[in-house]
């Protein structure tokens, strides 16, 4: 079974564009979670979806969105990039059923670097 | 709040010797899961090892076990004959439940480096 694919995986923007992150689950996984990983305040959670529908969100500002679609893969947005939004963001897929995160598997991540 | 505290930034290790990496979590839940990740350089986060929290028996998974204190909430992971690809990033995290949705809540990294 294939692994969570993450695209692109390295990508430089300028402060004040925007940039969209892509994120392919494992096959029949309908969850998926993003998390923002930097040096300074490691791993935290950005939302998760699960049938389309953003169940969670993280304390993150406006600017970070997200979307899930009905095959399941999820895109996450930030808008108006800042330099401190420089990071690893990893996406995490999980069935989402009873077992929820017990069977959650991490993506290669994308890494984002703002100038 | 639940929060999961790795109180040594930095840990090493012999080759073929075994460490034990610490985490503490902050939790007033009396059901919960635990788990341990690691991250290689390569960056991809894998999991090592989970625990309920309804289970005594403390969980094992080849070389790496978990000494699970419920009552202290502590949570530590044993490497035995640790091998030089064990060097990576290891978090500890604890699953919350907020609202129907669950997340992780991650320790901030332990860097374990195996010496040859």
């Known amino acids: 079974k294939a692994g969570v694919t993450q695209t692109p995986r390295y990508l430089i923007k300028t402060r004040g564009q925007q940039v969209t992150l892509s994120c392919s689950p494992i096959?029949?996984?309908?969850?998926v979670s993003w998390y923002q990983q930097t040096p300074g305040q490691g791993l935290q959670f950005l939302f998760e979806?699960?049938?389309?529908?953003?169940?969670n969100k993280g304390n993150f500002p406006g600017r970070f969105s997200g979307r899930q679609f009905s095959n399941s893969r999820s895109e996450m947005n930030v808008s108006t990039l800042e330099l401190g939004d420089s990071a690893l963001y990893l996406c995490?897929?999980?069935?989402?059923?009873?077992?929820?995160?017990?069977?959650?598997?991490f993506g290669p991540g994308t890494r984002l670097t703002v100038t | 709040a639940q929060t999961v505290t790795q109180s040594q930034p930095e840990m090493s290790v012999q080759e073929a010797e075994t460490v034990t990496l610490s985490c503490t979590y902050d939790t007033s839940e009396s059901d919960y899961y635990l788990f341990w990740y690691k991250q290689p350089p390569s960056r991809q986060m894998i999991l090592v090892i989970r625990q309920e929290a309804y289970k005594q028996q403390n969980a094992t998974e080849n070389r790496f076990s978990v000494n699970f204190q419920k009552a202290a909430k502590s949570f530590s992971l044993k490497i035995s004959d640790s091998q030089l690809g064990d060097a990576a990033m290891y978090f500890c995290a604890y699953k919350i439940t907020q609202g129907g949705s669950e997340k992780l809540v991650f320790g901030k990294g332990t860097k374990l480096t195996v010496n040859p």
């Open positions: 096959s029949g996984h309908r969850s």
């Open positions: 979806y699960f049938s389309e529908t953003q169940r």
């Open positions: 995490a897929s999980s069935p989402g059923g009873a077992r929820g995160l017990y069977e959650q598997y």
